[in-house]
């Protein structure tokens, strides 16, 4: 069975530009989660999806960060423009059931540069 | 929030048993403690959950005080592959919206 998939592995943009990172969770995982790294900081959640529903945005920094998750499969999650300080890793995270002993596999994450 | 309290840093050698400690003092009644392993350029990996007393699995061992505020992780005969940072996370499911809050993990250093 595949396991999460993130695209890309890396990304280099100049401050203002815009980029869309990808996640693939796994086959028949409802739930779909974002976190993300910054440059010697904790990983930190973003938001959760089930299905293609948001859950729970509560950690999504601002509003240059937009995640969608069209038909309940694949999510995007979009910074709009980019700033410095959004460097870091990016992960995603999928699961199977929304219960208490519901294990979250995480993808290899997107590190993303901004110049 | 469920915070927890790992050592930043374990040295070991290759064949001994490693064990890492987190204290979880305001856990609440339904969360489950798991832990995660992750290696440079890598997500998280699962490694072992529990709720209270024992759970083993092939990679390592899970022990859990009656009163739940803190767990230690085990790990049997490490090797140098067993390098890496380990995460104890407390929550998520339902409960917890779903939600994990990683705080600065232990680095594992298995030595020669």
């Known amino acids: 069975e595949a396991g999460v998939t993130q695209f890309p592995s890396h990304s280099v943009i100049e401050k203002g530009q815009t980029v869309t990172l990808r996640c693939d969770p796994i086959?028949?995982?409802?739930?779909l989660y974002w976190y993300r790294r910054v440059m010697g900081k904790e990983i930190k959640f973003l938001l959760h999806?089930?299905?293609?529903?948001?859950?729970?945005e509560s950690g999504m920094p601002n509003n240059r960060f937009l995640a969608e998750r069209t038909g309940g499969t694949y999510s995007t999650l979009k910074v709009q423009p980019a700033e410095l300080e959004d460097s870091g890793v990016y992960f995603c995270?999928?699961?199977?059931?929304?219960?208490?002993?519901?294990?979250?596999?995480f993808g290899p994450g997107t590190r993303l540069t901004v110049l | 929030l469920a915070k927890t309290t790992q050592p930043i840093s374990m040295d070991s050698y290759e064949g001994q048993e490693v064990n890492i400690t987190c204290s979880h003092n305001n856990i609440a009644t339904n969360d489950y403690i798991t832990w995660y392993q992750q290696f440079p350029s890598q997500g998280p990996r699962f490694i072992i959950q529990?709720?209270?007393t024992k759970v083993t699995n092939e990679v390592a061992s899970l022990f859990i005080p009656a009163d739940r505020k803190s767990s230690t992780l085990s790990l049997p005969r490490v090797s140098l592959s067993d390098t890496a940072v380990y995460y104890c996370?407390?929550?998520?499911?339902?409960?917890?919206?779903?939600?994990?809050?990683f705080g600065s993990g232990t680095k594992l250093n298995v030595k020669p």
């Open positions: 086959s028949g995982h409802d739930n």
């Open positions: 996370l407390v929550g998520a499911g339902r409960y917890r919206n779903n939600k994990f809050y």
């Open positions: 529990g709720y209270k």
């Open positions: 995270a999928s699961s199977q059931a929304r219960d208490s002993t519901d294990t979250q596999y």
């Open positions: 999806f089930v299905k293609e529903s948001k859950q729970d």
